[in-house]
Structure formats: C-alpha cells, structure tokens
C-alpha cells in the first residue's frame, strides 16, 4: 500500500521535523512494508525522505518537471513524470491509498483537496503553526457526497496509529 506524504516546500521548523520523525517511526512499527510517496526532495519532504529511507521504507518520489533537476538519494525511486508542480500533485493524491499531511501550505492544501475527491482518506497533522492547521475547523466529509474521511490529529504517534488502522480496513496485510 502506498501513503502519500504532502509537506511543507520550505525549511521546516525543528518542532514539525521532530513531529515527523515520530510519525514514521511509528508508521514503521506498526506498517513496515508500506511505501511512501512524496512529490519532491526539499523542505519537510527531504527530511521526510531521508528518515524513511534511515528506517528501512521504500519511497517514491513524483517530483515536478521545474524540479526534476534535484540531486536525489540513490535508494528512493524516483518518477520523472514530467508534471508541473499542481499536475504532480494529483498523480501524488491518486498514487495515495492514504495521504497524511503533515503541515504545509496551498499545495498541500490542493494534495487534500484532490486525495478527497479520488475517494482517499486523509489523514492531518493538526497543531503545527502551519497552513494546513485551517482544516482543524473542516468537517469530516467537504460535501455531501462523503468520498473520504478527513481526519486530524494533534500527536504523531497516534496519526501514525490511525493511518495504520485506516490501511488495515483497506485491506492492508503488515
């Protein structure tokens, strides 16, 4: 199973790197074989990247055709698809089985959006002086059709939980 990452495309602050390091660590313990997908290799994304890589995940990386330049790390599988960066975006949403976001700005927001309306469940690190924080005051379901969850969660460990447990209801083995 895939879970897509949406982060932050700027230097992070040490607190929200910390919140991502106990997300995938816990993600690991709990989901050991899934695989990640990421839509570049710097900001949040490149520490998400490096740490998954660390703790043993394969990881996918769609970066956008204006970053397709980007020296990346030899272990990631990297698909130069030749999207923009709002293109990108939505391969990165229909990739997803899963999307966490955790923290960003407008084109996570637009990674959100996308995952909920391909009917993927989305699962939001909440309480990160980010963004993406604006959807702790979003409904559960952004319409009446209720494609997907929108979930938001204040502690990386537990996100890591509830993306686990969501993958286990999706028919998820590990």
């Known amino acids: 199973m895939y879970v897509g990452v949406a982060a932050y495309s700027e230097e992070p602050g040490k607190q929200l790197v910390e919140k991502s390091y106990l997300f995938l660590g816990e993600l690991r313990s709990r989901c050991c074989d899934v695989r990640l ?75 959100l959006v996308t995952a909920h309306v391909e009917g993927k469940p989305v699962y939001v690190l909440v309480g990160t002086g980010y963004p993406t924080d604006v959807v702790e005051t979003w409904p559960e379901y952004l319409d009446d059709r209720m494609l997907a969850p929108l979930k938001k969660v204040r502690d990386p460990v537990e996100l890591a939980r509830q993306v686990c447990d969501e993958l286990r209801r999706r028919g998820y083995q590990g």
Do not use: C, N
């Open 37 to 111: 997908v990421v839509g570049g290799y710097w900001g949040l994304m490149r520490y998400v990247v490096d740490k998954a890589l660390d703790l043993g995940f394969t990881v996918v990386i769609l970066p956008p055709v204006e970053r397709e330049h980007v020296g990346f790390p030899e272990r990631a599988i990297v698909i130069r698809t030749g999207l923009t960066f709002r293109a990108r975006s939505v391969s990165l949403a229909r990739t997803s089985d899963v999307l966490v976001v955790l923290g960003g700005g407008a084109g996570s927001l637009q990674e």
